[in-house]
């Protein structure tokens, strides 16, 4: 069993930066690849990024490669999201999810577990 928490989230203005961070308990968090979600009022959940449990792989969306970067730190258990040059298209409500599949995966129904999420809002 894994539980999640994100933080992090608030309003930023266009083109600026957030840092999410997404803290995990349980002894086995490092056997877990994590990844990012987001989604948007009246939009299905979307893909953002993953990485393996060993951090050694890390796998984007198209639309924030370039701007946003996920790293995790086993020892604390915890994953996050560094986003830069943030976009009012970047609004959602982020999840942070825990998969066993050895596999960088970007199917939510691969993740096991999920936080409860985390309200990111750009402004123009």
């Known amino acids: 069993q894994v539980q999640l928490v994100e933080s992090g989230g608030g309003l930023v203005q266009a083109g600026g930066s957030l840092r999410l961070s997404c803290a995990a308990s349980?002894?086995?968090?490092?056997?877990?690849?994590m990844g990012w979600f987001r989604q948007a009022p009246g939009k299905e959940r979307e893909f953002v990024a993953a990485?393996?449990?060993?951090?050694?792989?890390?796998y984007y969306a198209d639309s924030v490669k370039g701007r946003f970067t996920i790293s995790r730190d086993n020892a604390k258990n915890t994953v996050y999201l560094q986003m830069n040059s943030l976009k009012p298209e970047d609004t959602a409500v982020y999840y942070c999810?825990?998969?066993?599949?050895?596999?960088?995966?970007?199917?939510?129904?691969?993740?096991?577990?999920w936080g409860q999420g985390t309200q990111v809002t750009v402004s123009s």
């Open positions: 990485i393996s449990w060993s951090g050694g792989s890390t």
């Open positions: 349980g002894r086995t968090f490092s056997s877990y690849a």
């Open positions: 999810a825990a998969s066993s599949i050895v596999v960088v995966t970007t199917t939510p129904l691969t993740y096991d577990y």
